[in-house]
């Protein structure tokens, strides 16, 4: 039975990162919402990204590039994409149930899409927050349990994430590397997972002893091999100009 849907576009398959997939032969969709606690209200203080940094939080693609940086205020200002990331992430926090049933049919209806296109589906469930949607049950069951057939992928800040043996065997993880977190970065390749690293002035063959990749040249973590740092280029104006460590320009 179709749900209430609040959002005819719940994942975004046309965005520049989503759209690089289609050559390597799959669809893919992308979750945006309000990044960490800018979806709060007076009344309702929430983080939807656990393990956020003050760098990434000042560079955030959730809020500083794409189309939700198209504000002439970049940092007080609005417009629709970012006013639909606030009710989304309201929504996950204040109506969960409806919240995973929507998000549920959404992935049904890609997924009928992509057999249309005789492609393959991959969801990233956390666009622009860190949400721990492995733990997060519809109906007695996980998204990705849900979904078997379908490869769900993210990025994450949060070691305990990754490490977790009970994942489902569908959703892929790879570190994010921050300003403050090389300990873990280097935990995660030594239990054999990558990290995705954002380089300042190129991306080099190697760093943290271990080969560099391109991550730029699409999203599908999963296809990468491992260990592996996932090289990535700052994007946005604030990005480009960063200097507290998010961005690695020391190699």
């Not at 390597?24 to 945006?32: E, H, Q, S, V």
């Not at 990233?124 to 069951?141: A, L, M, V, W, Y």
């Not at 790879?174 to 991306?203: D, I, P, R, Y």
């Amino acid at each position: 039975m179709k749900p209430a849907i609040r959002f005819s576009r719940f994942f975004s398959t046309d965005s520049a990162k989503a759209i690089k997939a289609d050559q390597f032969g799959y669809l893919n969709g992308i979750n945006y919402m309000a990044p960490d606690d800018t979806g709060c209200t007076v009344e309702q203080y929430f983080k939807l990204c656990s393990d956020s940094t003050a760098g990434c939080r000042a560079l955030c693609l959730g809020m500083y590039s794409g189309q939700a940086a198209m504000v002439t205020d970049l940092e007080h200002g609005t417009n629709v994409v970012r006013k639909s990331r606030v009710r989304k992430a309201q929504y996950f926090m204040n109506e969960r149930k409806a919240f995973m049933a929507e998000m549920n049919w959404h992935v049904y209806d890609l997924a009928r899409k992509a057999r249309r296109k005789n492609k393959k589906l991959a969801i990233r469930p956390n666009g622009s927050t860190d949400i721990r949607f492995e733990r997060i049950k519809h109906n007695g069951q996980t998204v990705m349990e849900l979904h078997p057939a379908t490869q769900f992928i993210d990025y994450t800040k949060n070691l305990k994430r990754l490490l977790d043996k009970t994942r489902p065997a569908n959703y892929h993880l790879t570190f994010s590397l921050s300003e403050t977190n090389q300990a873990e970065a280097l935990q995660a390749l030594k239990a054999g997972f990558n990290v995705a690293a954002v380089f300042g002035h190129g991306q080099p063959k190697r760093y943290f002893g271990h080969d560099v990749i391109d991550g730029t040249l699409h999203d599908l973590r999963h296809l990468d091999p491992s260990p592996c740092i996932v090289g990535l280029d700052p994007k946005g104006s604030k990005a480009k100009a960063d200097q507290s460590g998010f961005v690695v320009r020391d190699y």
